[in-house]
C-alpha cells in the first residue's frame, strides 16, 4: 500500500514539475518595429506638418495665411459691414512682412460682385507696392472669394501696400466686406498667432508673446485699412464702410505658399511587447532591453531635425502616465541607444525647423531595434473572437459641452425628448426620432433680423416671437444640443451652402451625417450594405460621381462649372451606389434642380471644432451663414482632388482629426504568472466617462476598473465583453474576446486497490 501511495505521489510531482518547467520556459528574441512616417502622420499626431508629395515623407506645413479680419468678418446688425468700390473710391490694406520669400503668393479678397449679370460685371484691379494687376474673373463656385496670384517679388520686407478699385460707376462695382471692431470679441477676440486671429480662441494654436514686451500680441484694429475718395490723393482710417463711421478691418488677406517655422510628427504609441510569434492577441509577460533607435530624414541647410522618445505602461494617450519627451538626438540620421526599459510603450516625437521658408525638412521614418524576454506559457489558449479598435485622437482640440450643463436638462424638458424616444430601440433610432422632430419645430427661414446666438433656447425664444428659428444653422444647434442632453455627441459641419450636422452612433461605432433641416430631414447610406455614411464618404462619393481626382482636381476659382451641381450633364460613370432615408416634396420637386442629394453638398467639408455652445457661448462666426463664411476657425478637409481653400489657416486630410475613436474599449490581453488568468487593461476616449463595464460569459454587465484580472473557467469556451458607461446613459460599442481555455488535469491513474 505504501509502495502504491508512494508511485501516486511520485506521477504527481513529475507532472506537476513538467507542467511547470513547460508554463515557465524562457526564451529570447530580437523584435524590429518600422514606422515610416506616412504611418505616423495617419495613425499619430500631426502639428503644421503635412505629406511630402515627392518622396513618401512628412514635411513642414506649406500654407501660411496671414489676416487681421476673421474673427469680426460677415453680416453684421451693429451697423454697415460694407465699402462698395467703383470709380474714383480705392481701399487699402497694409501687411507687414518680415521675411517675403515664398514660392507662391495669393491676395485673397471677399468682395460681392454688384452687377447680377456676371458677363457684364467690370473686374477690379489691384497695385501691390505700385505694381498694377488686373482681378481675375469671377469664380463659378464662390464668386466674392476672389484669388489673385501676384508674382512673389512683389513683395518686399516692412509694410506692403495692397490698394484695391473698380472702374465701375456706383451701384455696379463690388461690396468689399468689413471685419467691425465690434465683432471681434465674440468671433475670437484682438489676439494675434501665427498672422491669425479666429484660431486663437478657437483653441487650436497658442498664442504669441512679443518679444519686446513679453505680452499678448494684440491686433490694433482699423491700423492696417484705410480707404480715399478721391483716387487716393487722401486716405482715411477709423471712418471706413458705406456710412463713413465704421472701425474694423477689410477683409482682405495674404497667401504665402513657403513653410511654416515649427511642427512636430508625434507616433502612435507602440507596444514594446509586440513581435512575438503567435502571441498578438494574448502577450506573455515581457521584459524589454537593449533598446536602439534609428531615426531617418532630410536636413537641407538651414534646416533641423529634433528626434525625441517618451515611454509609459499604457497607450492611453490622454494619461497622466506618459514620461516627458526626452531628446534622443539631432541630424537627418540619428542612432540612439535607449537601453532597459521597465514601461511597456514607447512614442517618438520629430521636431522639424527651419530657418529658410522656402526649405523644409523631411521625416521619413524611424526603426526601434529591441531584445524581448518572455515566459513562454503552455499554448493551449485558442482566440475563437477577437473584436478590438485601436485607439485614434484627433491633433485638432475640440472642447466637447459639459455632461451636466444645466441648459441641456432645459432643453431636453422643453422639447419632451423623454416622451419621443420613450420607445425607442436604439441609439440610431433614438438620433432619429429626434432629428424629424427638430425639423418639424418650423419651416426653413432667414435668422435675420436678431440673429439668435448659438443656443438652443434662445433660437426656440426667436421662433416663439416671429414664427421662425432660422435656417440651416439653427436647426443644426438644436439637434446638436438635443442629442447631447441624451448623452450623444454631434458637431456641426459645413458642406456646399449647407449647415448640418454628424453625430456619433454608439451602437453603430461611427460618426453619421444626418441632417435635421425642415426641408431636408433625412440622411443618406450605401445601397449595398445599408449602413449609413457620414460627410467624408459623402465627399468621396461626390468626387467619383463627378469624375475629380488627383488628375483632375477641383479648381475653387473656375468661372465655369465644373460638377453636377452646376452642370447635371457632367456625370463620371454610373451613379453611385446611395440613397436618401426620407422622400421629401421639397427634394423631389423636379424643378428644384440645383438641391441635389447630400452627398452632392458634401464637395468640400469643414468642422467646427467645438460643441460646448451653451457653457461657453463664443467664439463662434458671426451671422454664421448669412455670408460665405468667412471665419477662420474652421477644421477644414482637403484631398488630392479637393485643393486647400487659400482664405483659410486650418486644414488637415486626416482621416482621424475629423473622426476620432470615441466610447470604444480598446484592450490588452496579457498572460499572468497563472495558468488560468488573462490580464486586461482597457483604454478609451469618452466625453461624458463614467467608467467601464464588463459582461463576462454572459452573466451580465458590471463595472469595472480599467485594470483587472480575468479567470478563466476550466476546459470551457470563456467569453468577455467590455463597454464604455456614459453618465447620461448610452452605452459604447462593446470589444469582445472569446477564450478556448483547454485545461490539463493532472494525471492520477486509478490503481487495483485504491
Not at 471644432?609 to 457653457?615: Q, T
Amino acid at each position: 500500500m505504501k509502495k502504491l501511495l508512494f508511485t501516486k505521489f511520485l506521477c504527481i510531482l513529475l507532472f506537476l514539475l513538467y507542467s511547470f518547467t513547460a508554463f515557465c520556459e524562457t526564451r529570447t528574441v530580437t523584435v524590429t518595429t518600422d514606422i515610416d512616417a506616412l504611418s505616423a502622420y495617419e495613425d499619430g499626431f500631426a502639428y503644421d506638418v503635412m505629406k511630402n508629395p515627392y518622396n513618401q515623407g512628412v514635411m513642414l506645413n506649406d500654407m501660411v495665411l496671414i489676416e487681421d479680419d476673421g474673427p469680426g468678418s460677415g453680416n453684421s446688425e451693429k451697423g454697415t459691414w460694407k465699402e462698395e468700390l467703383y470709380q474714383g473710391l480705392l481701399v487699402k490694406k497694409t501687411f507687414i512682412i518680415d521675411d517675403p520669400s515664398a514660392f507662391e503668393a495669393h491676395l485673397v479678397f471677399y468682395m460681392y460682385p454688384r452687377n447680377p449679370d456676371r458677363k457684364k460685371q467690370i473686374p477690379f484691379f489691384v497695385f501691390l507696392n505700385g505694381r498694377r494687376f488686373e482681378g481675375p474673373p469671377l469664380s463659378w463656385h464662390e464668386d466674392m472669394w476672389h484669388w489673385l496670384k501676384v508674382p512673389v517679388d512683389a513683395l518686399k520686407k516692412g509694410n506692403n501696400d495692397i490698394i484695391v478699385g473698380c472702374d465701375a460707376p456706383k451701384g455696379e462695382g463690388y461690396d468689399l466686406i468689413i471685419a467691425r471692431a465690434d465683432e471681434y470679441e465674440a468671433g475670437g477676440g484682438m489676439y494675434i498667432t501665427h498672422g491669425n486671429t479666429a484660431l486663437v480662441s478657437a483653441g487650436q494654436l497658442e498664442m504669441e508673446i512679443d518679444e519686446r514686451s513679453g505680452k499678448i500680441r494684440l491686433i490694433s484694429i482699423g491700423k492696417n485699412s484705410a480707404k480715399s475718395k478721391d483716387g487716393g490723393k487722401n486716405w482715411v482710417r477709423m471712418k471706413l464702410g458705406t456710412t463713413d463711421d465704421v472701425i474694423g478691418e477689410y477683409t482682405i488677406r495674404l497667401n504665402l505658399r513657403r513653410y511654416k517655422p515649427e511642427g512636430s510628427l508625434l507616433s502612435p504609441p507602440i507596444d514594446l511587447w509586440d513581435g512575438i510569434s503567435g502571441y498578438k492577441k494574448i502577450k506573455p509577460q515581457c521584459s524589454v532591453s537593449g533598446i536602439k533607435l534609428f531615426c531617418f530624414g532630410e536636413t537641407p541647410e538651414g534646416t533641423s531635425l529634433t528626434w525625441q522618445v517618451r515611454s509609459a505602461d499604457t497607450s492611453d494617450m490622454m494619461s497622466d502616465e506618459w514620461e516627458d519627451f526626452e531628446t534622443a538626438g539631432k541630424g537627418q540620421n540619428v542612432t540612439a541607444n535607449l537601453g532597459d526599459t521597465t514601461k511597456r510603450y514607447i512614442q517618438w516625437r520629430a521636431v522639424l525647423n527651419t530657418d529658410d521658408p522656402l526649405k523644409t525638412p523631411i521625416v521619413r521614418g524611424v526603426k526601434l531595434i529591441r531584445t524581448i524576454d518572455y515566459t513562454l506559457p503552455e499554448n493551449r489558449f485558442y482566440v475563437w473572437k477577437y473584436e478590438n479598435i485601436k485607439q485614434r485622437y484627433s491633433s485638432v482640440k475640440f472642447s466637447y459641452e459639459i455632461w451636466n450643463e444645466p441648459k441641456l436638462r432645459i432643453l431636453r424638458d422643453r422639447l419632451g425628448i423623454d416622451n419621443i424616444i420613450k420607445d425607442a430601440s436604439g441609439d440610431w433610432e433614438k438620433i432619429n426620432l429626434i432629428r424629424h422632430h427638430v425639423s418639424q419645430q418650423w419651416h426653413h427661414a432667414s435668422p435675420m433680423p436678431g440673429y439668435p446666438e448659438w443656443n438652443a433656447l434662445e433660437i426656440l425664444d426667436r421662433r416663439d416671437r416671429v414664427g421662425a428659428g432660422g435656417m440651416c444653422i439653427q436647426f443644426s444647434v438644436i439637434f446638436i444640443q438635443s442629442l447631447a442632453s441624451i448623452g450623444y455627441q454631434a458637431r456641426h459641419i459645413n458642406i456646399f451652402a449647407h449647415e448640418t450636422v454628424e453625430v456619433y452612433v454608439d451602437e453603430l461605432g461611427k460618426w453619421v451625417h444626418a441632417d435635421p433641416e425642415s426641408v431636408f430631414d433625412s440622411y443618406e447610406y450605401e445601397t449595398t450594405t445599408g449602413m449609413p455614411i457620414n460627410c467624408l464618404e459623402q465627399h468621396k462619393y461626390f468626387l467619383k460621381e463627378s469624375g475629380l481626382s488627383a488628375e483632375n482636381p477641383i479648381d475653387w476659382q473656375a468661372p465655369e462649372p465644373w460638377t453636377i451641381w452646376g452642370n447635371p450633364g457632367k456625370i463620371a460613370g454610373s451613379p453611385v451606389p446611395l440613397d436618401f432615408s426620407t422622400f421629401t416634396d421639397w427634394i423631389n420637386d423636379p424643378n428644384k434642380v440645383n438641391y441635389p442629394p447630400q452627398h452632392v453638398l458634401a464637395g468640400f467639408m469643414r468642422m467646427m471644432p467645438r460643441n460646448d455652445y451653451f457653457s461657453n457661448p463664443y467664439p463662434r462666426p458671426l451671422s454664421q451663414g448669412s455670408s460665405n463664411w468667412p471665419w477662420n476657425g474652421y477644421l477644414n478637409w482637403y484631398d488630392e482632388a479637393t485643393p486647400r481653400k487659400l482664405q483659410y489657416s486650418l486644414h488637415s486630410d486626416r482621416k482621424i482629426d475629423f473622426y476620432p475613436t470615441l466610447n470604444l474599449v480598446e484592450f490588452d490581453a496579457a498572460r499572468t504568472e497563472k495558468e488560468d488568468e488573462i490580464q486586461i487593461r482597457m483604454t478609451t476616449f469618452a466625453p461624458a466617462f463614467d467608467g467601464f463595464e464588463i459582461n463576462i460569459n454572459d452573466t451580465g454587465w458590471k463595472s469595472s476598473p480599467e485594470l483587472f484580472v480575468w479567470k478563466l473557467k476550466p476546459s470551457a469556451l470563456n467569453t468577455l465583453e467590455m463597454r464604455v458607461k456614459n453618465k447620461l446613459g448610452p452605452k459604447g460599442k462593446a470589444s469582445c474576446i472569446q477564450v478556448m481555455y483547454h485545461y490539463k488535469e493532472p494525471f492520477a491513474p486509478r490503481s487495483p486497490g485504491w
